[in-house]
């Protein structure tokens, strides 16, 4: 049975706007780099801007919860799935535009779509010789992901370099430039909410010699890999507290190696959970409340997570340190 014959009348109109693009009950656990977690009741490859548009006037007039799956490199989705319609944008929305240097600033401003990979744009912006961007090369996201949470590391974070985004809001269709200094940029923060989607971002980055930002890249990629696991993770869990460091209050707690179910804290980087093949996102939230009450008892502190937590009970989600919708 095709999604056009249901008799849900979201199917219709979300059939009506996206035709054979719609997909129903889609697996997303294959799309976040945890590779566990339940399917969103829609799913959509998102190709142009238009589209984006046309989605937002079904999902407002039915009331419909929209899910921006970026890369899926901080998401983790409940095994009960999300009852909403979730999208990626697709390689169309992931193009790289580099100005010409101004002689006199030494500054150049990089366009980069909201699919763009942080890793390729670092890498990109070196090879032409432009400074300011290296500490993404490691990050496994999308700029659009990267710029709703003021993504960072090695020094530097996504405020530092940021002129301004365009923003599609699917709740009012809204297709807008917004200023970076309107996106009250903090740590691991901006204004934007989960309907508005990054669409775009400009950059100014700085003149470089291209060997220095090579051998950045280089000591970057070898930091990450002798202090950081792989396997099937969301990089950070947690947030670092003012003066103090997540792993290292986790480490202290004696969260090392502990385990709920199909998943555990690495013993590379406490802070860092890893699902087992196959493995359930339930349990990666329990372990993140289990974490958290660990830090709380020996440290008193409270912390934060940077995972966002979608499809699970607010019950679970503020024991998680995450918030609740």
Same mark, same amino acid.
């Given at each position: 049975?095709?999604?056009?014959?249901?008799?849900?009348?979201?199917?219709?109109?979300?059939?009506?706007?996206?035709?054979?693009?719609?997909?129903?009950?889609?697996?997303?656990?294959?799309?976040?780099?945890?590779?566990?977690?339940?399917?969103?009741?829609?799913?959509?490859?998102?190709?142009?801007?238009?589209?984006?548009?046309?989605?937002?006037?079904?999902?407002?007039?039915?009331?419909?919860?929209?899910?921006?799956?970026?890369?899926?490199?901080?998401?983790?989705?409940?095994?009960?799935?999300?009852?909403?319609?979730?999208?990626?944008?697709?390689?169309?929305?992931?193009?790289?535009?580099?100005?010409?240097?101004?002689?006199?600033?030494?500054?150049?401003?990089?366009?980069?779509?909201?699919?763009?990979?942080?890793?390729?744009? &670092?890498? !990109?912006?070196? #090879?032409? =010789?432009? +400074?300011?961007?290296?500490? $993404?090369?490691? @990050?496994?996201?999308? *700029?659009?992901? &990267?710029? !709703?949470?003021? #993504?960072? =590391?090695? +020094?530097?974070?996504?405020? $530092?370099?940021? @002129?301004?985004?365009? *923003?599609?809001?699917?709740?009012?269709?809204?297709?807008?430039?917004?200023?970076?200094?309107?996106?009250?940029?903090?740590?691991?923060?901006?204004?934007?909410?989960?309907?508005?989607?990054?669409?775009?971002?400009?950059?100014?980055?700085?003149?470089?010699?291209?060997?220095?930002?090579?051998?950045?890249?280089?000591?970057?990629?070898?930091?990450?890999?002798?202090?950081?696991?792989?396997?099937?993770?969301?990089?950070?869990?947690?947030?670092?507290?003012?003066?103090?460091?997540?792993?290292?209050?986790?480490?202290?707690?004696?969260?090392?190696?502990?385990?709920?179910?199909?998943?555990?804290?690495?013993?590379?980087?406490?802070?860092?959970?890893?699902?087992?093949?196959?493995?359930?996102?339930?349990?990666?939230?329990?372990?993140?409340?289990?974490?958290?009450?660990?830090?709380?008892?020996?440290?008193?502190?409270?912390?934060?997570?940077?995972?966002?937590?979608?499809?699970?009970?607010?019950?679970?989600?503020?024991?998680?340190?995450?918030?609740?919708?």
């Amino acid at each position: 049975m095709s999604v056009a014959d249901t008799a849900d009348p979201a199917d219709a109109a979300l059939a009506a706007v996206l035709g054979p693009a719609l997909q129903r009950d889609h697996l997303l656990g294959p799309l976040c780099t945890y590779r566990v977690g339940g399917s969103a009741k829609w799913f959509v490859e998102v190709v142009d801007v238009d589209t984006l548009r046309e989605l937002a006037k079904v999902t407002a007039a039915h009331g419909l919860s929209v899910l921006v799956v970026g890369r899926g490199s901080n998401l983790l989705v409940s095994d009960a799935g999300f009852d909403g319609v979730a999208l990626q944008l697709t390689d169309a929305f992931a193009t790289i535009d580099i100005s010409t240097i101004d002689i006199a600033t030494s500054e150049a401003l990089v366009t980069a779509g909201g699919a763009t990979s942080l890793p390729v744009l &670092a890498r !990109r912006s070196v #090879a032409s =010789g432009l +400074g300011g961007f290296e500490w $993404a090369v490691g @990050v496994p996201g999308s *700029v659009g992901g &990267a710029v !709703r949470m003021n #993504a960072g =590391g090695h +020094g530097s974070d996504i405020a $530092a370099s940021l @002129v301004g985004v365009r *923003v599609v809001d699917l709740t009012t269709g809204e297709d807008v430039e917004v200023a970076a200094a309107q996106l009250d940029l903090t740590y691991r923060h901006s204004s934007l909410n989960a309907s508005q989607i990054v669409v775009s971002a400009k950059f100014r980055l700085v003149r470089r010699d291209r060997q220095l930002g090579e051998a950045d890249l280089a000591e970057i990629v070898a930091w990450r890999r002798a202090n950081q696991p792989g396997g099937p993770n969301a990089g950070s869990v947690f947030a670092n507290p003012v003066g103090d460091s997540a792993g290292r209050l986790i480490d202290a707690a004696g969260g090392k190696g502990r385990r709920v179910g199909t998943a555990a804290v690495s013993d590379k980087h406490a802070n860092f959970i890893q699902a087992d093949p196959g493995g359930r996102a339930d349990d990666i939230v329990e372990l993140m409340a289990d974490v958290r009450r660990l830090v709380v008892e020996t440290s008193g502190i409270e912390l934060r997570a940077e995972t966002r937590l979608i499809g699970f009970s607010d019950e679970k989600i503020l024991a998680a340190g995450g918030r609740s919708s």
